[in-house]
C-alpha cells in the first residue's frame, strides 16, 4: 500500500515546488484546496484535490481520512496559529503519524524583498537520503 500524504497550501509558492518533488514519488498526494481553480491547478501536478478550509473542521477530518503524513503550509497572516491549531488537532484525532509545518514569515533581509519560511516539527527534510515516509 502506498503512504498517502496531505498538503495544505498545495497552490502557493512553497506547496507547488512540494508537489513537484512529490510527483516523483510513489506516495499517494492529496491537495487541500478552497476553490474549483485551484483544485484544477493541483490535479493537474499530480495530486488529488479535496475541497476545506482551515475554519471548517468536518472538512479538514474528511480531508485528512486515511492519510499517513500531513505537510501544513500556512500562509502569513493574522491567523495562521489558529489555522494550524486547527489543522494539527484534526490530523492527531484523524491519527495521522507524521506532520510537518512550515511557518512563512514576513521578515525582510537587508537588501531583500523576500518572504521567509522556517520548518518546524520535525527538523528533518522529507527527501534527507536513506529516511522514508
Known amino acids: 500500500m502506498n503512504k498517502r500524504i496531505l498538503v495544505t497550501g498545495a497552490n502557493g509558492t512553497i506547496g507547488l515546488h512540494l508537489l513537484r518533488e512529490l510527483k516523483q514519488t510513489p506516495w499517494h498526494v492529496r491537495a487541500l484546496v478552497r476553490s474549483a481553480e485551484n483544485a484544477r491547478l493541483v490535479s493537474s501536478m499530480g495530486a488529488e484535490a479535496v475541497r476545506g478550509d482551515f475554519a471548517e473542521l468536518p472538512s479538514l477530518s474528511e480531508a485528512m481520512a486515511g492519510i499517513d503524513t500531513l505537510v501544513l503550509i500556512t500562509s502569513a497572516n493574522p491567523q495562521a496559529a489558529q489555522q494550524a491549531s486547527a489543522v494539527l ?26 518572504t521567509l519560511c522556517c520548518m518546524q516539527q520535525p527538523r528533518m527534510s522529507l527527501f534527507a537520503p536513506g529516511w522514508s515516509m
Open 89 to 114: 488537532h484534526a490530523a492527531l484525532e484523524s491519527g495521522v503519524a507524521k506532520w510537518f509545518a512550515f511557518r512563512p514569515s514576513k521578515q525582510v533581509l537587508p537588501g531583500q524583498q523576500r
